[in-house]
């Protein structure tokens, strides 16, 4: 991932915090920003290009939500959007920020030990956030694997974890 697209996803999740609003909003963020950045890159390489204009149409945003993570991570709205509005679910999927305070209820309402090593970090919050809550045990994609673990290592070489 290019610094200035980095930058952007670290700023964007930095800044507007009030604008994000659910009925249960974020109050403790269980995954670092560095492993949103991992995430994010594994996922769809951070590319906010790649929007989407319904729920029909699968996943949305940088992070790729689906409806039913949005659902199960307290249907958060940015800008006061009513929840229960047409537009909600896709508003704050394609947002970077509402999205990644998405990611922060789901780990924090999922969090679990899915690769049974004793600790809940970054290596389960991508196993959750790609197989979801109930599968994160199964086998990761190979391509969302190599892309994850090698931003991972480029951090710790950086001694940046």
């Not at 980095?6 to 109050?27: F, K, N, R």
């Not at 999205?99 to 999922?110: D, G, I, T």
Request: proline fraction near 4%; charge should be negative; charged fraction near 20%.
């Amino acid at each position: 991932m290019s610094f200035e697209v980095e930058y952007m996803l670290c700023l964007l999740l930095a800044v507007s915090p009030s604008l994000v609003q659910s009925q249960g909003h974020v109050i403790d963020k269980p995954v670092t920003e560095l492993c949103l950045t991992c995430i994010c890159e594994a996922i769809s390489g951070c590319n906010a290009t790649r929007i989407c204009t319904s729920p029909e149409k699968g996943t949305c945003g940088i992070f790729r939500i689906t409806w039913a993570y949005w659902v199960d991570a307290g249907k958060l709205t940015i800008d006061g959007e009513h929840p229960e509005s047409e537009r909600a679910f896709i508003n704050c999927a394609n947002d970077p920020h509402c999205a990644a305070n998405l990611v922060q209820n789901y780990m924090k309402k999922f969090n679990q030990d899915c690769n049974d090593d004793g600790e809940m970090d970054c290596h389960d919050y991508a196993r959750i956030h790609k197989l979801g809550a109930y599968g994160c045990q199964a086998d990761l994609p190979y391509n969302y694997q190599s892309v994850f673990d090698e931003c991972i290592e480029n951090y710790e070489d950086q001694g940046l974890e």
